[in-house]
């Protein structure tokens, strides 16, 4: 569900399809606040294999020489180092490096020539899902885990659950889950008999 983030969807696909001269761009930076994708996003195009960044658990890297850094604006001192190098290194490297973090590269608090050579690359702020974009990708994934979702249970998990889409799927599994255990079909009352006050904060 791509939402407004199609043209940071298609350069991905495009460097990782091997369609794109990646010395002329081998770093993408890719920033947005907390729940618009950016670490489902590398996840996905770079699959589960992590490779530590010394001194950092932030690293991922695949076999095809992709690397990607998640939420820089966390690294300490050596870590910043070491992404400063890794960037240098990928002039010259086969794959791409990706980056996330939860700004701006200019407002990032990193070494300052760090967060130049971030703004330099190509940069593209993620856009979290409009509350109809968040629907579909509710009703897409019930028919994954063959269900149908009802709209006013949506509807319901929309005004009263956590805003981000990994809260409200994590919900939806948990609904999955005890409509199974309780043998009883998926709809509103059930949703409100199962519902916890942590998982139900509106925001």
Not at 84 to 108: E, W
Request: glycine fraction near 6%; proline fraction near 4%; hydrophobic fraction near 40%.
């Amino acid at each position: 569900m791509p939402g407004r983030n199609g043209e940071a969807l298609a350069a991905l696909r495009t460097v990782l399809d091997g369609n794109a001269d990646l010395r002329a761009s081998p770093v993408i930076y890719l920033w947005g606040v907390t729940g618009s994708g950016k670490t489902h996003l590398v996840q996905a195009c770079l699959g589960q294999g992590f490779a530590v960044l010394p001194e950092s658990e932030n690293s991922i890297a695949d076999a095809n020489g992709h690397h990607a850094i998640d939420d820089v604006n966390t690294l300490n001192d050596v870590s910043q180092h070491a992404l400063f190098d890794l960037i240098n290194r990928q002039q010259m490297a086969a794959g791409v490096l990706i980056a996330t973090g939860n700004c701006a590269p200019r407002d990032l608090p990193l070494r300052r020539d760090l967060a130049s050579r971030l703004g330099s690359c190509l940069v593209f702020q993620l856009q979290p899902l409009s509350d109809h974009e968040k629907a579909e990708a509710l009703q897409a994934h019930a028919r994954t885990r063959s269900f149908a979702l009802r709209e006013e249970v949506v509807a319901y998990l929309l005004r009263h659950g956590r805003r981000d889409l990994a809260s409200l799927i994590h919900v939806l599994d948990q609904l999955d889950r005890y409509s199974l255990e309780t043998g009883r079909e998926i709809t509103l009352p059930l949703l409100k008999e199962m519902a916890q006050p942590s998982l139900y904060e509106t925001t």
